[in-house]
């Protein structure tokens, strides 16, 4: 009786070590490792809380304009921001009109072309509290430099 517990056992250990978990943020799917606050902060050309306005869809890219309402990086307090999301059958936009995010875009250095990633640390507003704290920690720190 040991030895068919402990086959049933290894058996469920093989299936989950083949199988891992997936990671999920709150809005997120699938299997994702999200960065850390700081280097998520470092590695986006901007990061704001804001309003989705609209969406326009062009074939798989979806681009949603957001109203800034408060911003770390890269983004203007008050101005609007479009964040282009390219989706996959792995990935679908969540983002949705009248809502609140924070929001940490990526974007290159050779346009103003922003666009949100699968696995960012980009949240809906009410979950958003922690990171927040934080990143508001960091700015005070860089303000008094």
């Known amino acids: 009786m040991k030895f068919l517990r402990l086959a049933v056992v290894c058996c469920l ?4 070590a083949r199988f891992p978990c997936e990671i999920k943020s709150a809005e997120g799917t699938g299997r994702c490792a999200v960065a850390n606050l700081k280097t998520e902060y470092a590695n986006s050309k901007a990061v704001f809380v804001g309003e989705v306005l609209n969406v326009a869809s062009d074939g798989d890219v979806k ?13 203007t ?8 999301v390219q989706e996959t059958t792995r990935y679908q936009a969540w983002f949705a009109v009248g809502e609140k995010y924070l929001v940490f875009a990526r974007g290159s250095e050779t346009d103003e072309k922003l666009w949100e ?22 700015q005070k720190t860089v303000e008094k430099k």
């Open 63 to 75: 681009t949603f304009t957001f109203k800034i309402e408060k911003r770390w990086k890269g983004a």
């Open 77 to 84: 307090a008050g101005k609007t921001i479009k964040i282009d």
């Open 13 to 16: 250990l093989s299936m989950f």
């Open 117 to 138: 990633r699968r696995c960012s640390r980009t949240k809906s507003l009410e979950n958003a509290s922690e990171d927040i704290s934080e990143l508001e920690k960091t």
